[in-house]
């Protein structure tokens, strides 16, 4: 569409956020002029036979949805997807898809395309009628922790949760009312940033444990002379 206007006449300048253009009028005339950054900062002044000023579009500010479902939102406060090409509506929350202008300012055309989109891919996983979840995920080791909670905080999926010790969470046995840390196996993606952070080093990722990292680097240096 854009080159299909440009093709058709119409111009199109480029000003930065803190020199934004000015008006004036001559008579009946009005005079816009303003700092073009697509030809190097050249000052450009147009006389427009009409002068319309746009509102920007912004995101709705809804706190609720994006706390509940942990959605990942942008710098500028819309949804962010995994890919813009390749996985256009998907999320890091598996089973969640984004269509629309919730992803940010679309036409029409595009909002019904993504729209269709989101409706396939959660088509497909109902009609798949099973969630297939990532093996790779962290495991806490109730005997270890003490529930401090330093694993909540470094969790950016906000997959771990403080749960009574001895419960039907298949915690272990109550002592005193404690309480340990649970994975969310739906909810953890597997990216380990949980393991480190742990102070009783009471975490490990499947398939990636500390004493299979242990034991590899130890066949490593096993091979070194000296």
Do not use: W
């Not at 956020?17 to 147009?46: F, N």
């Not at 962010?80 to 996985?87: D, Q």
């Not at 598996?94 to 088509?123: F, H, N, R, Y």
Request: with cysteine; proline share 6%.
């Amino acid at each position: 569409m854009f080159t299909e206007s440009r093709s058709r006449g119409s111009l199109y300048l480029k000003f930065a956020d803190d020199d934004p253009p000015t008006v004036s009028r001559e008579g009946d005339r009005l005079r816009v002029t303003v700092r073009d950054l697509l030809t190097a900062g050249e000052e450009v002044t147009i006389e427009p036979d009409l002068l319309v000023l746009v509102t920007g579009a912004v995101p709705r500010d809804n706190p609720g949805l994006v706390g509940a479902l942990k959605l990942p939102v942008g710098g500028d406060g819309f949804f962010n997807e995994i890919h813009p090409k390749l996985r256009p509506v998907e999320t890091v929350v598996d089973g969640v898809m984004i269509a629309g202008s919730c992803q940010g300012p679309k036409t029409i055309a595009e909002s019904v395309a993504s729209g269709l989109a989101a409706v396939t891919q959660a088509a497909a996983v109902l009609k798949r009628g099973v969630a297939e979840l990532d093996p790779q995920v962290a495991t806490v080791s109730l005997s270890a922790c003490t529930g401090c909670g330093v694993c909540l905080a470094a969790c950016p999926f906000a997959a771990i949760a403080l749960v009574a010790a001895g419960g039907s969470d298949g915690g272990a046995a109550a002592v005193d009312g404690a309480r340990v840390a649970a994975v969310d196996a739906a909810g953890c993606k597997g990216c380990g940033a949980c393991a480190p952070a742990c102070p009783e080093d009471a975490i490990d990722l499947r398939g990636y444990t500390d004493a299979q990292v242990r034991s590899m680097i130890d066949e490593l240096l096993s091979g070194v002379p000296g």
